[in-house]
């Protein structure tokens, strides 16, 4: 009779699970490479919603409203993915409340004007000339000598107001020898014209459009117009540093007869253009884009244009960058992968080789196994031999038992992991054709 013999059999169940792990698996990659293609899809070929910037753009018909206006249509023109909406607003103190109420998400101030923490920079649009003009016969050459004069100045309330009061405060000015009449820039032409004043002061850009023709209509009625050097630029920049130095150039406003007939020293304070930091990044970075690649496009617009710039953090920012703007102006900047390019190759190198060493200790691995099984699978093969030629009962036995030897050295085998689950199933099949042999022979000689 053939005794039944229950070989050891491998975790069905694990294999099961083995198999469901890896259906699981397949299914998951599928579903991602469809989704993949559906968002490649999407991107590519769906229209996109445009990104839409508010802009609070200051006075309407100022240089601010005219240049935002401007930069509005070249967005329009260059950006598939971006839309600006200008609305004329007021001072910049007024635009930097709207701002700081989340009314709009972007502003024109300038660099004087009070920001809290959450206002960042995006560029520096153009620079706002101190400028004092005197009508021509006041004998006014320097801010000094306007004790005992008439001076019109820039409304209360407005930062033009107060630069003038700076000024009179750098240069110690008794405001008590001197009057001055408070009005708005069209009415202080008139003051000039009518020599109800000896003097005006403002702070504009050199192509504001109403002090270009304060200019013509001075030449058209023959009123001589000169401006006077504010002086002493850099050392009120010192005590001022959101102030700076620069000049208006000899014949800027009049070429014929030069006005200003030299060039003339004085103070500027720069207009900017300002965001929160939580406006959307890529909207931001689009627009300083735009504003940038395409400045000669906004400049044969509005000259003005020419004067947009990048601001200098090598020299300091008193409001921090916009991380879109940063991103622009930092886009040749080597990436970090860049950077650490030779770093990055040693730790892939080192990587490679580790997970080389794996496979290669793995390959030995499941060669020892294979060679361990092949080693059982000859014993086995010897003792089939040797029981198709013995013709003694006792010798056949003794077969049976080393059989069951070979068969207790291949469990344990299995159990440390010295042979795979695989290879013992291929060792149990030859197994049992041997130990089928021996009972048959057995059976024979009984």
């Known amino acids: 009779m ?182 708005d820039f069209k009415r202080a032409t008139k003051l000039v014209f009518g020599n109800k004043v000896d003097a005006l002061f403002t702070v504009r850009s050199l192509r504001d459009r109403q002090l270009l023709k304060f200019f013509e209509d001075a030449q058209l009625k023959s009123l001589p ?3 006077v050097p504010v002086g002493q630029a850099g050392a009120i920049a010192l005590k001022r540093p959101f102030l700076s130095i620069s000049s208006i150039p000899k014949g800027a406003f009049v ?8 060039d003339v020293e ?12 939580d406006v959307s990044k890529d909207a931001v970075r689009e627009l300083t884009r735009v504003l940038f690649e395409h400045r000669l496009d ?3 617009r509005f000259p003005l244009a020419i004067a947009i710039n990048q601001p200098n953090a090598a020299t300091g920012l008193t409001i921090p960058l916009h991380e879109g ?19 990055l190759a040693l730790v892939i190198t080192v990587f490679a080789m580790f997970i080389s060493g794996l496979f290669a200790l793995r390959g030995r691995l499941t060669a020892n196994r294979k060679n361990r099984l092949d080693s059982y699978n000859y014993q086995l093969l010897a003792i089939a031999d040797s029981a198709r030629v013995t013709t003694e009962l006792v010798k056949l036995k003794n077969l049976k038992s080393e059989l069951f030897g070979i068969l207790e050295n291949v469990v344990r085998a299995l159990d440390t992991d010295e042979m795979t689950e695989e290879g013992f199933q291929s060792f149990s099949l030859l197994w049992e054709s041997v130990r089928e042999i021996i009972n048959d022979r057995i059976s024979e000689l009984n």
């Open 266 to 277: 004085t103070t500027i304070i720069t207009r900017i253009l300002v965001s929160r930091s």
């Open 255 to 262: 070429g014929a007869t030069p006005t200003p007939s030299n």
């Open 325 to 343: 703007a940063d991103a622009y102006y930092n886009r040749d900047q080597p990436s970090f992968l860049q950077e650490n390019a030779e770093p």
């Open 2 to 183: 053939n005794e039944a013999v229950d070989l050891p059999q491998p975790a069905k169940a694990n294999q099961r699970s083995s198999k469901f792990g890896g259906r699981v698996l397949a299914f998951v990659l599928v579903v991602a490479i469809i989704a993949s293609m559906a968002a490649a899809y999407v991107y590519f070929f769906q229209k996109h919603e445009k990104m839409v910037l508010t802009v609070a753009a200051g006075l309407h018909q100022s240089d601010s409203y005219i240049l935002l206006s401007e930069m509005a249509e070249v967005v329009a023109r260059h950006s598939d993915t971006l839309e600006v909406k200008i609305t004329a607003t007021g001072s910049p103190s007024e635009n930097i409340s709207l701002l700081n109420r989340r009314e709009f998400d972007l502003a024109t101030i300038r660099a004087s004007t009070p920001v809290d923490a959450s206002v960042r920079m995006v560029a520096n649009l153009y620079p706002d000339y101190f400028q004092l003009i005197t009508n021509g016969i006041s004998e006014i050459s320097s801010f000094r000598d306007l004790i005992g004069k008439r001076v019109a100045i820039p409304p209360y309330g407005t930062e033009a107001n107060r630069f003038f009061f700076v000024l009179v405060d750098h240069f110690d000015l008794d405001v008590s020898k001197f009057s001055w009449k408070a009005v």
């Open 298 to 300: 906004l400049t044969m």
């Open 225 to 227: 117009v000169e401006f």
